[in-house]
């Protein structure tokens, strides 16, 4: 994509920005947009509430309409606060789950950069998050913050690792850590999806459907908890924390946080999709290759890359409004005495199938 | 080595906290070494309040110490005057004074059940359990008037009768109710997260439960059968068939499962209250409330809320207003001296659970 915009635009600085820029007014900014109607409005249908109503059709403009508060409210930065840790906590936690779009396969000619460490890349990256989350939660200079931001990095870097573990587990049998060349290899149909056992042959590819069905269930667990969502939305625990690390933000820096948690269950549920549900590519072969378009073929993976990152984000809302969330006792337990040694386990049978 | 001790304040502007109240909390970590409790933001001397009020002027005063379930409050008071005067009630009302009482123990329960889900991060029930009491709520307003506070039941009987089809309107809410309870169990009490929340949490010692004076749906979860209904019954209860049902543990799951059962039990409950109540009157009129001298006297009254044993303790020496009424309510052992023996080695998340399911009702401790 890089060159090809290249030759468009025709000067190589100019081009980095613009696709540096590309996923954020593509993708991040009208997903945060819809997102934050859809949270609103699936809680809605599920607790027997419309919702919002007066905005628009349906309340579809009702995002806007709230960005627009967001803008205009006074910006408090309490007196006791850090001021510049303060001011810099916001932007740390966006750029976290901003960069991790850079990697993201959206398509075969979509990709912001196509590094060949791409899937490490992103679990590095994701690391900024919990450092502006900690900045944020101490700056401002109140213990429910505190507690919170606390409580937030202890879970995330918890649950990184079997993150990790379970993304070792695939690399091991796609053989690389580019998630570009990752979907390539689950082509066209959906049983040459990951999580069912990839493109593997005969009998090993049989193998090893229960143990992907297995690394799947860790990697989504695990996810849900990186991103703070219910059940494990202990650092931001209305009824215990108030509203943990972001207690004292308002306006726009507020908003940074709630755009950046958007940002971040699309960014995992994009990973998700393109490490076992076969990335960008169509479960049932091309359009464009029916009816002799290849120029068509970027735009069905585009549309099937979102479709399936966006289902994956429905079942994030789903299991808020159905869910309790957990002690933080017992969200560490999950980790370290359940999620921990099953994706070792399965990292272990997974090598010992590959083998085969 | 020992952690640092941390002064948290929890409340009065927390969202986690059951009304306007304060716990200090001192915590080491996320463990909870000492808990204060701070009450005194809505003290509105209701008790004082009365003794300069005519007898009729006390009762739309009472409803009000208790927001969620304000009935068994006029039913005592009216208990109470009527034990000093003698006065007899018709059976009718004694019916009617019933159903009005497992309704808003419905109500009060539907309400406890979102707030007991909300503190555990569940938040879709508190939304469907404050729709379902809003079916209650408009029984409340076709027969009295008002949706929070009725002013329904005073001394001599009830203020109305029932309207024109009002018993079948019951009858169908009743059913509507019974069906959704299922579908609170899918989602609540059967879920596994909730249930390992709620487990050995908040724990009442057995052996300590008398001695704290703890009533109601906490004691019963202790596996203690008392209920002021049966044990000492007033109104009809003891021609109406229903069971006290109890749950070992004393833990919030125990609490939980009582109130869920007594639900069903509530139900059953206004039922049998359709079936057999009987016609005439509604009222054994009271003299002009100028005019109204209650003779010198005093009653211990009680009753069976949906927090437990509520007493009221009513004076009168004669005159056209009550002498001293104080009142005892289940609140204020729970909210007080009880949460603060509890919370003690509890984690910071379950503090709002626990306070929840002990019913702490702040506008009752204050008054």
Redesign the interface.
């Known amino acids: 994509m890089y060159e090809y915009l290249n030759n468009i635009v025709g000067n190589e600085v100019i081009t980095y920005f613009v696709v540096a820029a590309l996923p954020l007014f593509l993708v991040v900014l009208p997903f945060a947009l819809i997102a934050v109607l859809a949270e609103r409005k699936v809680?809605a249908h599920?607790?027997?509430?419309l919702g919002p109503m007066r905005v628009g059709y349906h309340g579809i403009l009702q995002t806007v309409a709230d960005i627009l508060k967001l803008i205009q409210k006074e910006d408090i930065i309490i007196p006791q606060a850090d001021k510049k840790l303060f001011n810099l906590a916001p932007f740390l936690v966006f750029i976290g789950s901003y960069a991790v779009f850079a990697a993201l396969p959206f398509s075969s000619k979509f990709i912001g950069t196509n590094a060949e460490v791409g899937i490490f890349y992103i679990l590095a990256v994701s690391g900024f998050v919990v450092a502006g989350i900690l900045m944020g939660g101490w700056a401002s200079d109140n213990?429910?913050s505190l507690?919170g931001a606390m409580r937030s990095a202890a879970q995330i870097v918890s649950y990184e690792i079997p993150t990790a573990i379970v993304v070792l587990t695939l690399v091991m049998i796609t053989g690389t850590l580019n998630l570009g060349t990752m979907s390539e290899q689950q082509t066209a149909y959906f049983w040459n999806w990951n999580i069912l056992g990839g493109a593997g042959e005969g009998i090993q590819q049989i193998l090893l459907i229960p143990f992907m069905v297995v690394a799947f269930t860790i990697l989504f667990i695990s996810t849900l908890a990186e991103v703070n969502r219910?059940?494990f939305?202990?650092p931001e625990?209305?009824?215990?924390?108030?509203a943990g690390f972001h207690t004292e933000y308002s306006g726009m820096k507020f908003a940074m946080f709630f755009l950046a948690e958007y940002a971040n269950m699309f960014a995992v549920s994009a990973i998700i999709v393109s490490l076992l549900f076969g990335g960008y590519q169509s479960p049932f072969g091309y359009l464009g290759n029916t009816l002799g378009i290849p120029a068509l073929i970027p735009f069905e993976q585009l549309f099937w890359f979102l479709s399936k990152g966006v289902f994956f984000v429905f079942v994030q809302m789903w299991l808020r409004?159905?869910?309790?969330?957990?002690?933080?006792?017992?969200l560490m337990t999950v980790c370290w005495k359940y999620l921990i040694p099953y994706a070792v386990f399965n990292l272990l049978i997974v090598g010992i199938i590959t083998l085969i | 080595m020992r952690e640092k001790e941390t002064t948290l304040y929890f409340g009065p502007q927390h969202p986690g906290i059951t009304g306007n109240m304060m716990v200090k909390l001192k915590v080491a970590g996320d463990t909870i070494v000492k808990a204060e409790t701070h009450v005194g933001y809505l003290h509105r001397a209701f008790e004082k309040l009365m003794e300069r009020r005519t007898w009729m002027q006390s009762f739309p005063i009472v409803c009000r110490i208790c927001v969620p379930e304000p009935d068994p409050n006029e039913e005592n008071l009216a208990r109470a005057v009527e034990e000093i005067e003698g006065r007899e009630v018709p059976e009718r009302a004694k019916y009617i004074r019933v159903m009005v009482l497992e309704l808003s123990r419905l109500a009060a329960y539907f309400l406890w059940m979102g707030g007991q889900s909300g503190t555990a991060g569940l938040y879709t029930v508190p939304q469907w359990s404050v729709g379902d009491r809003d079916y209650i709520l408009d029984l409340f307003e076709e027969l009295t008037g008002g949706r929070i506070y009725h002013m329904y039941i005073w001394a001599g009987g009830v203020r109305r009768d029932l309207p024109e089809g009002f018993a079948d309107k019951v009858l169908k809410t009743m059913d509507y109710i019974e069906s959704r309870l299922p579908e609170y169990d899918k989602l609540m009490f059967d879920n596994a997260i909730f249930q390992k929340r709620a487990q050995g949490i908040g724990v009442i010692d057995k052996d300590k439960a008398l001695e704290w004076g703890v009533v109601g749906p906490p004691l019963r979860g202790c596996g203690i059968k008392h209920d002021v209904r049966k044990d000492e019954p007033y109104e009809v209860y003891d021609k109406l068939d229903f069971v006290v049902p109890t749950y070992e543990g004393g833990d919030i799951w125990a609490r939980a499962m009582v109130r869920r059962k007594e639900m069903e039990q509530s139900i059953s409950i206004i039922r049998q209250v359709i079936e057999k109540m009987p016609g005439g009157e509604y009222y054994n009129k009271v003299p002009t409330p100028l005019n109204w001298f209650v003779p010198p006297g005093e009653a211990y009254v009680k009753t069976e809320s949906a927090r437990g044993e509520f007493g009221y303790y009513v004076v009168s020496d004669g005159s056209l207003k009550p002498r001293r009424v104080h009142v005892r309510g289940p609140a204020y052992v729970h909210g007080v001296s009880l949460l603060e023996n509890i919370l003690v080695g509890a984690n910071i998340s379950d503090v709002a659970m626990i306070m929840n399911s002990l019913g702490v009702c702040p506008p009752e401790i204050e008054r």
């Open positions: 809680s599920m607790q027997d509430r213990k429910y507690l219910t059940p939305d202990i625990a209305e009824s215990e924390l108030v409004w159905t869910l309790p969330r957990l002690r933080v006792d017992q």
